[in-house]
């Protein structure tokens, strides 16, 4: 998998590029994440993507976010 900072930097990226984007994430962010990140993971790693993205948008830190993702990947493998 790509590094996550990136995929979570992609997703901030397309989600602020275009507003119907935008509403579908404010509605639902979780199942957008999903959609456009073309991964199948675990639901608690969607969110926590999904976490890092609203962070993000709001102008917080990735970085915070990235780690517990990838300590969850981890687990899984």
């Known amino acids: 998998m790509t590094d996550i900072k990136e995929k979570i930097q992609e ?3 397309k989600v602020k ?3 119907d984007l935008m509403e ?3 509605k639902d ?3 957008t ?3 456009l990140s073309g991964v199948d993971l675990p639901d608690d ?3 926590k993507v999904a976490d ?3 962070a993000a948008l709001a102008g917080g830190k990735l970085a915070d976010a990235a780690g517990d993702i990838k300590d969850k990947l981890k ?3």
């Open 17 to 19: 590029s275009d507003g």
């Open 29 to 31: 962010p979780v199942k």
């Open 52 to 54: 890092g993205v609203k």
């Open 45 to 47: 790693v969607v969110k």
């Open 33 to 35: 994440v999903e959609k």
């Open 11 to 13: 997703i901030v990226t």
């Open 24 to 26: 579908e994430f404010k």
């Open 75 to 77: 687990k899984l493998f």
